[in-house]
């Protein structure tokens, strides 16, 4: 379905290039869904971008391919690559208001969208297939005549999914679909993403700097520090063996409040994120971590896999026994 080799995207920048994705390779599978988190400045973005060619102009691939379907992106013609966009993969991101035409109805959108990519339809057709999205994404149909200022927060985000799906891509990449939405408007389209992709089946690609949002819908997680993927995990584990993951993983699901004896008990990562024009020499992550050593300082720790697991830590055997 996703191929991505060896990934690395750079920007150019007066002080040097900024190393953004570092050599990130993974697969998803057809009708997997796949979270992607970390930290603000972790690269998360920037790789949603390079997967859709959509790199703005100081960044470029300095290495690797992508590949939807087995086609390389990089290698499709810009008439290709707009057919392929859409049709075979599309997009939903944080700022519904961003994505939609103001001065158009959503109907209008979905139609054109639907008629630009699919010539031989005609308009009724195009319109009962819009009626269809409506139901789909729960949007009473008579919303198909208003402007996007005219919706909610949570309508035109759900529009935005409308139109994301309408042409029945294998993937969707989506990228903090929810943050700028309240907490109650979160979960509903929360579920909503499940329910629709259990009902018309694609891949997803979740990214989100929440843990707990991303765990409750991905089935496998990868965790981004730096530019690299440091850890891809199942879901289900975190809960049960959380002492057994990358210590940055370790970290971030400890930093998610829990309620103990009616206290919340939040534990945090120390420090911040590296620069990343000058990274730490060995793992990247070796200044914050609790469990380092000095090879950790010497040495780049690679991905290796243990049962379900692929973490790139040199302590993660021994590290279980010193959790709490
Ligand atoms: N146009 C740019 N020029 C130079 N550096 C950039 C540019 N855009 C992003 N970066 C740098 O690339 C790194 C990764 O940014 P990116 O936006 O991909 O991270 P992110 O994990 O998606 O963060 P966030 O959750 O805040 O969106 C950051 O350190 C950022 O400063």
């Given at each position: 379905m996703l191929e991505v080799e060896h990934l690395t995207v750079s920007y150019a920048s007066a002080k040097g290039d900024v190393v953004a994705v570092r050599d990130v390779s993974f697969t998803l599978y057809p009708n997997e869904i796949m979270g992607l988190i970390g930290e603000s400045g972790s690269g998360k973005s920037t790789m949603a971008y390079a997967i859709l060619r959509m790199l703005k102009g100081n960044a470029r691939v300095s290495q690797g391919t992508i590949r939807v379907l087995g086609k390389d992106i990089y290698q499709l013609s810009a008439e290709e690559l707009r057919k392929f966009r859409w049709s075979h993969f599309s997009m939903v991101f944080q700022s519904a208001m961003n994505a939609l035409n103001p001065v158009m109805t959503v109907g209008a959108q979905m139609i054109d969208t639907l008629l630009s990519h699919r010539p031989h339809l005609t308009r009724a057709t195009a319109h009962e297939r819009a009626l269809e999205l409506c139901e789909l994404v729960r949007i009473d149909p008579r919303h198909l005549k208003s402007y996007p200022h005219e919706l909610s927060g949570g309508m035109r985000q759900r529009i935005v999914i409308a139109i994301a799906i309408a042409l029945e891509p294998s993937l969707v990449i989506m990228d903090?679909?929810?943050?700028?939405?309240d907490v109650v408007v979160q979960r509903s389209i929360m579920d909503q993403i499940r329910e629709i992709q259990k009902r018309v089946h694609f891949s997803i690609l979740f990214i989100s700097h929440d843990f707990s949002l991303v765990s409750e819908l991905a089935t496998r997680i990868a965790i981004m520090y730096a530019g690299q993927i440091v850890e891809f995990t199942d879901a289900l584990s975190l809960e049960n063996r959380v002492g057994f993951h990358h210590p940055y993983t370790e970290g971030l699901w400890k930093s998610i409040p829990k309620l103990l004896d009616r206290e919340i008990v939040i534990e945090g990562i120390p420090g911040g994120p590296p620069d990343l024009l000058r990274l730490p020499t060995g793992c990247s992550f070796h200044p914050r971590c609790r469990y380092k050593s000095k090879l950790c300082t010497e040495k780049t720790p690679e991905l290796k896999t243990y049962d379900t697991y692929e973490i790139a830590c040199h302590h993660v055997l021994d590290k279980e026994e010193q959790h709490d």
């Amino acid at each position: 379905m996703l191929e991505v080799e060896h990934l690395t995207v750079s920007y150019a920048s007066a002080k040097g290039d900024v190393v953004a994705v570092r050599d990130v390779s993974f697969t998803l599978y057809p009708n997997e869904i796949m979270g992607l988190i970390g930290e603000s400045g972790s690269g998360k973005s920037t790789m949603a971008y390079a997967i859709l060619r959509m790199l703005k102009g100081n960044a470029r691939v300095s290495q690797g391919t992508i590949r939807v379907l087995g086609k390389d992106i990089y290698q499709l013609s810009a008439e290709e690559l707009r057919k392929f966009r859409w049709s075979h993969f599309s997009m939903v991101f944080q700022s519904a208001m961003n994505a939609l035409n103001p001065v158009m109805t959503v109907g209008a959108q979905m139609i054109d969208t639907l008629l630009s990519h699919r010539p031989h339809l005609t308009r009724a057709t195009a319109h009962e297939r819009a009626l269809e999205l409506c139901e789909l994404v729960r949007i009473d149909p008579r919303h198909l005549k208003s402007y996007p200022h005219e919706l909610s927060g949570g309508m035109r985000q759900r529009i935005v999914i409308a139109i994301a799906i309408a042409l029945e891509p294998s993937l969707v990449i989506m990228d903090e679909p929810t943050t700028a939405l309240d907490v109650v408007v979160q979960r509903s389209i929360m579920d909503q993403i499940r329910e629709i992709q259990k009902r018309v089946h694609f891949s997803i690609l979740f990214i989100s700097h929440d843990f707990s949002l991303v765990s409750e819908l991905a089935t496998r997680i990868a965790i981004m520090y730096a530019g690299q993927i440091v850890e891809f995990t199942d879901a289900l584990s975190l809960e049960n063996r959380v002492g057994f993951h990358h210590p940055y993983t370790e970290g971030l699901w400890k930093s998610i409040p829990k309620l103990l004896d009616r206290e919340i008990v939040i534990e945090g990562i120390p420090g911040g994120p590296p620069d990343l024009l000058r990274l730490p020499t060995g793992c990247s992550f070796h200044p914050r971590c609790r469990y380092k050593s000095k090879l950790c300082t010497e040495k780049t720790p690679e991905l290796k896999t243990y049962d379900t697991y692929e973490i790139a830590c040199h302590h993660v055997l021994d590290k279980e026994e010193q959790h709490d």
